[in-house]
């Protein structure tokens, strides 16, 4: 058999992500009582509010079952995708980073992920061993709107392991 040469081109750029992720100072900036007020500032995002302490995040028009929310990459098992009147129950004071994925990118998220994915990383699950043995944050926040107020701790225990011999 004579030999077949297979001729293909280099794409000049990888397609752009869809992604957009809020962290550090400006997600600091833009926390708020709710993810869907954190997130109202994003592009595509709205907030559905349907009560006071009750923002649900739009991405590109679509909420409820179809904008998959996800707690460090675990699905949130709450009542909103029931009813659009329950709240989120994710605290946005302990967000370290918020993923948003639209598009293509939310395929391998199944059929809840039409509108997109929200996925907001806590550090409720260790990603790696703790430096110390105790550690924590403490944020205070005062709204002069309504003299709303807001206040969270974290502490955070871990074993530190040290080599003998």
């Not at 349907?50 to 990459?73: A, C, D, E, I, K």
């Not at 605290?91 to 199944?110: Q, S």
């Not at 807001?150 to 530190?160: E, I, L, P, Q």
């Amino acid at each position: 058999m004579s030999p077949i040469n297979v001729i293909g081109t280099i794409p000049e750029q990888a397609p752009k992500s869809s992604a957009s992720i809020l962290k550090g100072r400006a997600l600091q900036l833009q926390q708020s009582d709710t993810l869907g007020q954190t997130l109202n500032e994003e592009l595509g995002v709205s907030n559905a509010s349907f009560g006071p302490g009750v923002g649900v995040p739009v991405v590109r028009g679509l909420t409820g079952s179809r904008v998959r929310v996800l707690q460090n990459g675990i699905g949130t098992h709450d009542a909103t995708s029931l009813s659009p009147d329950h709240a989120l129950a994710i605290d946005t004071l302990f967000a370290h980073d918020i993923k948003i994925l639209r598009g293509p990118e939310t395929v391998r998220y199944g059929g809840n992920a039409i509108g997109g994915i929200i996925d907001v990383s806590d550090g409720r699950i260790p990603e790696r061993r703790a430096k110390k043995a105790v550690s924590g944050t403490v944020e205070s926040r005062y709204n002069t709107n309504g003299d709303g107020t807001h206040s969270a701790f974290t502490v955070d225990t871990g074993r530190k392991l040290t080599r003998k011999g």
